[in-house]
């Protein structure tokens, strides 16, 4: 086995070891650290009373699907920012070997362009708009 090789292979295996290490190790620290307290008691069991004052109202409410299209849209536009800002440093770079401005300009204004139908789109479909709409009247048994 040629030595160069023998060194690569050393450092890909150290480094997925490490990585499991960080991957796992947390999840055995915990459940060698933590309290083994199995009793079920109406503390334990009750919904979470950390603050000292008991809930009020039900924890089962309905969340429209409204706030997880926004949060979706967030989440893409957050990536694509994260993409421009490489590419805008590279933009200018001699060493980049980016011929042709015009061409790249282009390519970045048709990107900004579709993101910007995205949004277009998503107002038409009212992800924006946030209306609440009024609870339904309980009924009394009585």
Do not use: H
Request: hydrophobic fraction near 50%.
């Amino acid at each position: 086995m040629d030595v160069k090789l023998a060194n690569d292979l050393i450092y890909v295996f150290g480094f997925a070891g490490l990585g499991l290490v960080f991957a796992v190790g947390p999840f055995i620290l915990v459940g060698l650290l933590s309290a083994k307290d199995t009793r079920q008691t109406a503390g334990k069991t009750g919904q979470f009373i950390e603050c000292g004052m008991e809930p009020i109202g039900d924890a089962w409410i309905r969340y429209s699907a409204v706030y997880y299209l926004y949060a979706l849209v967030f989440v893409a536009f957050a990536v694509d920012v994260l993409y421009l800002f490489p590419v805008a440093l590279v933009y200018n770079s001699p060493k980049a070997g980016f011929a042709d401005g015009w061409r790249d300009f282009i390519e970045l204004t048709i990107f900004v362009g579709i993101l910007s139908l995205v949004i277009v789109y998503a107002r038409k479909k009212g992800v924006f708009e946030w209306t609440r709409k009024p609870a339904a009247p309980k009924i009394n048994p009585d």
